[in-house]
């Protein structure tokens, strides 16, 4: 290996270690009782470079699901099939200051879901998905866009989540009886669910980020698989929402469009086209991974990723 390799390659470990002393500081989700059973010592980060170069240290390879991060992936389908009008018109732009699974905002602040990255607007943008088959084709992005044939629906989360989900069914409802829910709300329901229980990797995601990072574009390809209007409005989100009623601190601390999940994953799209992902499904109070944030902070700060540093 280069200097460079090696230096990346030592980097990622020494934020793994740092990482793995603050897991004591959270736990594994068990809203959903399939998470519950998750190994908290899990941890990895997996960097992947715009030349095609990706470095690894810890658990990159262990699938999870993907939880909240799909929001972005059915955000992007949305926009590719039903439209930005369409979209926008079911959804806001703005952060909304309330945890991720809110109901107050629907009832005492705004009908209309504040941004698409929280659950009462990804809801939303699910019913705006025009598609005869829209789980195919969510797991075809998927599996395109993280470079992994492997990504599959966990039928055991998917029914672990279908049989404790009250409170995303009241948020279909409430959005149903107000009409912003589009088609039947069991139906739309059931499509969500079934995206938050993709399984995915921190190597997959990392990929992900790297082509969200080059505006849409593989890099190594010269493919354009997204939209570049889409990609900004789906990066924009990410630094203004994606970190749930955390994504302010994470802003100024980090300062790199990121979307996590409570599975575990935060995917990010860096500077320079770099993607990052991590895992670690250990989450602090707001539903982030508490190792995830420790090594992207330390990432952040040593190789000089936050969007408004020079």
Known sequence: MNKMTNEMQQLLEEACELARGHLGEGRVASYIPELA???????????M??????FQAGDTEIPFTIQSI?????????????????TFS???MEPSGDSFDSIIQLEMKNWTPYNPLINCGAIATVSCIRSKTPFEDYLDLVRRLCGDPKARLSEKVYNSE????????AIAYL???????GGDAEEVLDLYFRFCSVLVTAKGLARYG???????VDPISGERMVDARIVKTVKTLMLLCGMY??????????????????GGGIVSAAKCGMGIATYGPVLNAKGNSVGGEVILEYLSEKLGLHMFQG
């Not at 279908?162 to 069914?169: A, F, L, P, S």
């Open 49 to 54: 470079t715009k030349e095609g170069e990706c």
């Open 162 to 169: 279908k049989r404790t989900g009250d409170r995303n069914r």
């Open 175 to 181: 959005l149903k009886s107000d009409k912003i829910l």
């Open 210 to 216: 790297m082509i969200l990072a080059n505006d849409g």
């Open 245 to 262: 009623d955390e994504s302010g601190e994470f802003a100024v601390k980090i300062g790199i469009p990121s979307k996590s999940g409570v």
């Open 90 to 92: 079911k959804v806001g």
């Open 70 to 86: 799909g929001k972005t992936f059915s955000l992007i389908l949305a926009l590719e099939t039903g439209g930005f009008e369409e």
């Open 37 to 47: 059973k998750t190994n908290p010592a899990n941890l990895g980060v997996c960097v």
